[in-house]
Protein backbone atom coordinates (compact mmCIF):
# COMPACT_ATOMS: atom_id res chain seq x y z
CA UNK A 1 0.00 0.00 0.00
CA UNK A 2 2.78 2.34 0.72
CA UNK A 3 4.77 1.84 -2.20
CA UNK A 4 1.82 2.57 -4.34
CA UNK A 5 1.90 6.03 -2.45
CA UNK A 6 5.33 6.33 -3.15
CA UNK A 7 4.60 7.12 -6.28
CA UNK A 8 3.57 11.01 -6.45
CA UNK A 9 0.74 10.72 -9.21
CA UNK A 10 -0.61 7.94 -7.15
CA UNK A 11 -0.64 9.92 -4.27
CA UNK A 12 -1.76 12.97 -5.51
CA UNK A 13 -4.60 10.52 -7.64
CA UNK A 14 -5.77 9.26 -3.94
CA UNK A 15 -6.19 12.53 -2.47
CA UNK A 16 -8.40 14.28 -5.65
CA UNK A 17 -10.66 11.00 -4.68
CA UNK A 18 -10.64 11.61 -0.98
CA UNK A 19 -13.70 13.63 -0.42
CA UNK A 20 -15.81 12.92 -3.45
CA UNK A 21 -16.38 10.53 -6.46
CA UNK A 22 -14.29 11.55 -9.79
CA UNK A 23 -14.20 10.60 -13.08
CA UNK A 24 -10.88 10.19 -15.16
CA UNK A 25 -10.99 12.99 -16.99
CA UNK A 26 -11.86 15.39 -14.08
CA UNK A 27 -8.59 13.98 -12.05
CA UNK A 28 -6.38 13.77 -15.74
CA UNK A 29 -7.13 17.70 -15.86
CA UNK A 30 -6.73 18.65 -12.09
CA UNK A 31 -3.69 16.87 -11.92
CA UNK A 32 -2.46 17.95 -15.51
CA UNK A 33 -1.88 14.70 -16.72
CA UNK A 34 -3.07 12.53 -19.46
CA UNK A 35 -5.74 10.57 -19.12
CA UNK A 36 -4.19 6.93 -19.94
CA UNK A 37 -1.99 7.42 -17.29
CA UNK A 38 -4.24 8.34 -14.63
CA UNK A 39 -6.06 5.04 -15.88
CA UNK A 40 -3.19 3.03 -15.62
CA UNK A 41 -2.70 4.48 -12.24
CA UNK A 42 -6.64 3.78 -11.09
CA UNK A 43 -5.84 0.26 -12.36
CA UNK A 44 -2.98 -0.20 -9.64
CA UNK A 45 -4.53 1.53 -7.20
CA UNK A 46 -8.06 -0.29 -7.20
CA UNK A 47 -5.96 -3.42 -7.94
CA UNK A 48 -4.71 -2.85 -4.24
CA UNK A 49 -8.01 -1.95 -3.33
CA UNK A 50 -7.23 1.86 -2.24
CA UNK A 51 -10.04 3.37 -4.46
CA UNK A 52 -13.42 1.79 -5.72
CA UNK A 53 -15.02 2.30 -9.22
CA UNK A 54 -18.44 3.06 -9.70
CA UNK A 55 -20.42 3.10 -13.33
CA UNK A 56 -22.64 6.19 -13.60
CA UNK A 57 -23.69 5.98 -17.20
CA UNK A 58 -20.67 6.14 -19.72
CA UNK A 59 -18.57 7.41 -16.99
CA UNK A 60 -16.49 5.54 -14.36
CA UNK A 61 -16.34 7.68 -10.98
CA UNK A 62 -13.59 6.63 -7.97
CA UNK A 63 -13.71 7.31 -4.81
CA UNK A 64 -11.23 6.05 -1.97
CA UNK A 65 -12.03 2.27 -1.16
CA UNK A 66 -13.14 2.84 2.65
CA UNK A 67 -12.72 4.79 6.30
CA UNK A 68 -9.54 2.69 6.56
CA UNK A 69 -7.99 3.91 4.18
CA UNK A 70 -8.99 7.83 4.53
CA UNK A 71 -8.05 7.56 7.85
CA UNK A 72 -4.57 6.51 7.08
CA UNK A 73 -3.89 9.52 4.64
CA UNK A 74 -5.66 12.25 7.12
CA UNK A 75 -2.87 10.67 9.85
CA UNK A 76 -0.33 10.50 7.29
CA UNK A 77 -0.82 14.63 6.31
CA UNK A 78 -1.51 15.09 10.02
CA UNK A 79 1.60 13.63 10.61
CA UNK A 80 3.54 15.25 7.98
CA UNK A 81 1.85 19.20 8.91
CA UNK A 82 3.02 18.78 12.29
CA UNK A 83 6.24 21.04 13.46
CA UNK A 84 9.33 19.26 13.37
CA UNK A 85 11.41 19.86 16.62
CA UNK A 86 15.09 18.75 16.20
CA UNK A 87 15.82 19.12 19.71
CA UNK A 88 13.42 15.74 20.75
CA UNK A 89 15.95 13.34 18.19
Known sequence: M???MGDGSRLK???VCLNEPVCVGDIALQLELSASLVSHHLRLLR???LLRSE?????VFY??????IRCVLEDMIDHVAEPYDREET
Not at 63 to 68: G, L, R, T, Y
Open 63 to 68: SVADEH
Open 2 to 4: FRL
Open 55 to 59: KRGKQ
Open 47 to 49: AAR
Open 13 to 15: IIL
